[in-house]
């Protein structure tokens, strides 16, 4: 008897954003879901990666199985993945699920679509390592913060009149062109914007450093004598600034919407959406493929022309970035971010206090399972064995497979679930 529902241990990715030590919510959940683990207290817990992407294979937790990492079980038994997912997706599992805690900012960065993907892989194979497209979504677990996507155009105007540093870059011709722009013509208002954020981007250092240095000066200046600085986005900017001085990033603030999720709060960032995450902790689900084109707030390779050809220049508010969740009608305990892309979706499973038998359904896709909160019991009639779950644990479930959850704690308990539905 083999086991077709098991524990995994998971890859961390220490990047230097992370927070540090046992602040990070990823170093958290690596100590508690394995106890023979050392917490290093001064090293950045950046990422933990749930998958088979070989940059980061989960390895299997159940000595009855030959295989050592999820995805060499997963060529070896592909029907694990369900029919569907397993057809459409060449026998690979689709999704990559992670835990990120942020403490600085990211890059800012676009993800290609599959076309632009294909193209940059076979061309710079070394910065763009798979020909594949990386939508995503991230769930905030704890307050969270990001930039995403165009603001619309009457704040961006706002920014160009109260920030003359930031006009001063961008230069006289594109600043009126934008204010120009009128909400009956769409596309004039992308152009326009298209040509407002290249030429921000393609500045030159030298120029941009000074402005930005200027523009520093003036708002601790305004900071000190007790000034509102909200009208040139002073908080945020001096705190990039002081994460990334002299970085172009710090002027994106001025185009993209600052979003702010509380705990369950989702955003989902399809292909081409500019994004930065700036601080906080989330789980984040995303095609399998690590494409990113950066473009600032990063000592990373960048590659601005890339970038700034292939951004959605659509401008929206902030709030609808806000991605809902829509609760089940089977299961009261289940909330669905179903994300327009077939690769991945996750489920948010509340499991009351009052609840001590809880069954994880069969779906028809494999699935990864992780303990955010609460200890339970699980059993599976595919597991053969009990399965201790606790804050941290992480479990494969094969396709048309359920676990039976005996909890034990006292307050309930909240668990994230990827998969794929199509």
Known sequence: FSPVVFPLSCVVQNYSWGKVGLESEVAKLLSSGDPLVQIQPDRPYAELWMGTHPRGDAIIRDNRIPQKTLGQWIADNPACLGTKVKDTFQGCLPFL????????????????????????????????????HKPEMAIALTPFEGLCGFRPVEEIVS???NVPELRELIGEVAAEQLER?????????????????????????????????MLVKRISQEVEEGKDTSGSNGELLLRLHSQYPGDIGCFTIYFLNLVRLEPGEAMFLGAN???AYLRGDCVECMACSDNTVRAGLTPKFIDVLTLCEMLNYTPAPSISKIFPAAQSQLDPSVYLYDPPVPDFAIMRIEIPASVKLYLVSAIDSASILLVIQGTAVGTSTAAASE?????????????????????????GMLLFRACCLL
């Open 159 to 161: 920014f160009l009149q």
């Open 273 to 275: 959406e500019p994004h």
């Open 387 to 411: 399965m201790s779950l606790c804050h941290g644990s992480v479990l494969f479930i094969s396709a048309n497979e359920s676990i039976s959850l005996h909890l034990s704690s006292p307050d």
């Open 181 to 213: 722009s009128g909400s009956d013509d769409p596309r004039g208002v992308s152009a326009a914007l298209r040509v407002c954020f290249t030429r921000l981007m393609k500045s030159e250092k030298k120029f941009f450093v000074d402005q930005l240095n």
């Open 97 to 132: 699920f992670k835990v990120l805690s942020v403490d600085t900012a990211l890059s800012v960065q676009a993800h290609p679509n599959k076309e632009l993907a294909a193209k940059l892989h076979a061309q710079f194979p070394e910065h763009y390592p798979d020909a594949n």
